[in-house]
T-cell receptor, first 117, second 116 residues
Framework: GAVVSQHPSWVICKSGTSVKIECRSL??????MFWYRQFPKQSLMLMAT?????????EQGVEKDKFLINHASLTLSTLTVTSAHPEDSSFYIC?????????????FGPGTRLTVL | AQTVTQSQPEMSVQEAETVTLSCTYD???????LFWYKQPPSRQMILVIR??????QNATENRFSVNFQKAAKSFSLKISDSQLGDTAMYFC?????????????FGTGTSLTVIP
């Protein structure tokens, strides 16, 4: 089956620093990747849609200057949390849409836990 | 806009018994997919089952089956012969067709505990 990886799986950083999270589709090409945020015991909230070779589309209320998304290739999207603060601590999950699927199937990465001190 | 509602925040079931998780949704779309995802403590999202709205037959995957009522906009998940490994958060999700936008619309989740 299709595999999506995320790196790192867990990161701790100091307030004010920036953190980059990578999302890779390992065995398929993904024209579109999605970034979600999940707080404890809550559902996944879509932050942005990342399209290869174009600017990301952000959901209402998500600061695009704070959450920088780059989709440089068909297998890699990155999310950079700039000037991170404790309230940015959360679980970040990416998913990748398989372009070869008849219904644009999405596969989820294992998530990245971000803790900002 | 699409909304997905899971009215049971927490549920429990005895091992080997059957449990049903509820999901309702609201949409004006006629063609769409519905999903149940499982999120165990590892936090990895795992697809449990998928239903295409234009198919009347309810989807089944081994011990997992759905009761899809399109007119009522209801999509419940039945887990038979519950196992300890079924303990997880379960999310109901909606995706319209064609999915030229993005997007899963997730429910708020149901935390299922299987009791030995």
């Amino acid at each position: 089956g299709a595999v999506v990886s995320q790196h790192p799986s867990w990161v701790i950083c100091k307030s004010g620093t920036s953190v980059k999270i990578e999302c890779r589709s390992l065995d398929f090409q993904a024209t579109t990747m999605f970034w979600y945020r999940q707080f404890p015991k809550q559902s996944l909230m879509l932050m942005a849609t990342s399209n290869e070779g174009s600017k990301a589309t952000y959901e209402q209320g998500v600061e695009k200057d704070k959450f920088l998304i780059n989709h440089a290739s068909l297998t890699l999207s990155t999310l950079t949390v700039t000037s991170a603060h404790p309230e940015d601590s959360s679980f970040y999950i990416c998913s990748a849409r398989w372009r070869g699927s008849s219904y644009n199937e999405q596969f989820f990465g294992p998530g990245t836990r971000l803790t900002v001190l | 806009a699409q909304t997905v509602t899971q009215s049971q925040p927490e549920m429990s079931v005895q091992e080997a018994e059957t449990v049903t998780l509820s999901c309702t949704y609201d949409t004006s779309e006629n063609n769409y997919y519905l999903f149940w995802y499982k999120q165990p403590p590892s936090r990895q999202m795992i697809l449990v089952i998928r239903q295409e709205a234009y198919k009347q037959q309810n989807a089944t995957e081994n011990r997992f089956s759905v009761n899809f009522q399109k007119a009522a906009k209801s999509f419940s998940l039945k887990i038979s012969d519950s196992q300890l490994g079924d303990t997880a958060m379960y999310f109901c999700a909606f995706m319209k067709i064609p999915n030229t936008g993005n997007q899963f619309y997730f429910g708020t989740g149901t935390s299922l505990t299987v009791i030995p």
